[in-house]
């Protein structure tokens, strides 16, 4: 993972802005596993090259539709009411907790804890449906 992030660091200048992101991460996360399994050869391995292939391409498979995804998302999120929506914005503040949430509206943090599993829930629900009403 950390070959990975190095690899994707050292070309995101190779990165065509607007193109699937996801794919092009998973194109390299793949050569990165490939690469290390060809140096380790004379290493035991329990996964061979073609398990490794086999895996990136389920994988590949099942992101295919990730913009998709974080479209349908984004209308969910754009869906919430007002009030949802600013606890949604202040809980996943950089360094933001339930407690420090709580503490900023003046609610208890079981009561915080309840309104984002309802929000969480209802973001659930709606991208399940969009997602449903897509395919």
């Known amino acids: 993972m950390q070959n990975t992030s190095v690899v994707m660091w050292q070309k995101f200048q190779q990165y065509e802005s607007g193109s699937d992101f996801t794919a092009w991460a998973f194109r390299i996360a ?26 990136a391409d389920d994988v ?32 996943y503040e950089e360094g933001a907790t339930i407690k420090s949430v709580a503490e900023a509206v003046g609610r208890p943090i079981e ?20 997602l449903s009403a897509a395919e």
């Open 111 to 130: 009561g915080m804890y309840k309104a984002m599993s309802r929000i969480h829930r209802t973001l659930f629900e709606c991208t399940r449906r969009k």
């Open 30 to 55: 793949r050569y990165e596993v490939l690469s290390l399994t060809r140096i380790r050869g004379k290493v035991r391995m329990i996964f061979d090259e073609s398990l490794c292939e086999e895996i």
């Open 60 to 91: 590949e498979r099942r992101s295919g539709n990730m913009d998709v995804r974080m479209q349908i998302l984004n209308e969910c999120l754009s869906s919430l009411n007002v009030k949802d929506s600013e606890l949604l914005k202040r809980r």
